[in-house]
């Protein structure tokens, strides 16, 4: 499921002209304002469908883990190790998804084991 929204996330980004204007807007939000898009109104819509994304994937771990009050806690130290170690911009810089991802993994189990 997750690889499945993983791909969709890239192809909405790089193949679409939504994905375009969002890239765009995050290099220079000043020229795609002049071009007479609302940037606002389009981070708006990233933040809603990061929020989306959010929600679906704790509709997913709630029938495994369970509802807590603690749920979103108990992987924040883990996301944020793997995203500082993974690289957050470095998919096209530094070889590609497979050795982010794989330090990013690596990572995290160090953050497993240490807690």
């Known amino acids: 499921m997750g690889l499945l929204l993983m791909a969709g996330v890239t192809v909405l980004l790089r193949r679409t002209r939504i994905g375009i204007i969002i890239r765009a807007g995050v290099q220079d939000p000043e020229m795609v304002s002049a071009l007479g898009?609302?940037?606002?109104?389009?981070?708006?819509?990233?933040?809603t469908l990061g929020c989306a994304l959010a929600?679906?994937?704790?509709?997913?771990?709630?029938?495994?883990?369970g509802a807590t009050n603690s749920l979103g806690s108990t992987f924040l130290l883990a996301s944020i190790a793997v995203i500082v170690l993974g690289g957050l911009g470095s998919f096209r810089r530094h070889g590609g998804r497979q050795?982010?991802?794989?330090?990013?993994?690596g990572g995290h189990g160090a953050v497993q084991r240490a807690s």
């Open 37 to 47: 898009i609302n940037v606002r109104a389009v981070f708006t819509l990233v933040f």
């Open 55 to 65: 929600a679906f994937g704790g509709g997913v771990a709630v029938p495994f883990l």
């Open 99 to 105: 050795r982010g991802g794989r330090v990013g993994l």
